[in-house]
């Protein structure tokens, strides 16, 4: 079993930036894939941006160019650097870990409770 605390999370204003990083602990010698999800309301869980251990990357296309997902494995952390934020980019964003690949995440991962991120003026 994983556990994975999220932290970073908060307001801020449009065009701005927020760094959210995420601690992993227990079985992490079987993560492969870290990354990060998120739901706004009435809206289902996306995924934002994931890591591989070979660093390997995939982003969502709504945050390519804004958001950098970046990992160091040997603490088990996990980053995501947003910049120029917009408000549609408000939602819970959680944490998720997990053993196999990238499409697999949502499936076969572990997850954090989360932490809201709000972009507002």
């Known amino acids: 079993q994983v556990q994975l605390v999220e932290s970073g999370g908060g307001l801020a204003q449009p065009g701005g930036s927020l760094r959210l990083s995420c601690a992993a602990s227990?079985?992490?010698?079987?993560?492969?894939?870290m990354g990060w999800y998120r739901q706004a309301p009435g809206k289902q869980r996306e995924l934002v941006a994931a890591i591989t251990t070979n660093g390997n990357t995939n982003y969502s296309d709504s945050v390519k160019g804004r958001f950098t997902i970046s990992r160091h494995n040997a603490k088990n952390t996990v980053h995501l650097q947003m910049n120029s934020l917009k408000p549609e980019d408000t939602a819970v964003y959680y944490c998720?870990?997990?053993?196999?690949?990238?499409?697999?995440?949502?499936?076969?991962?572990?997850w954090g409770k989360g932490t809201l991120v709000t972009v507002s003026s």
């Open positions: 227990g079985s992490i010698f079987d993560i492969y894939a």
């Open positions: 998720n870990a997990s053993p196999g690949t990238i499409a697999t995440m949502h499936a076969r991962g572990s």
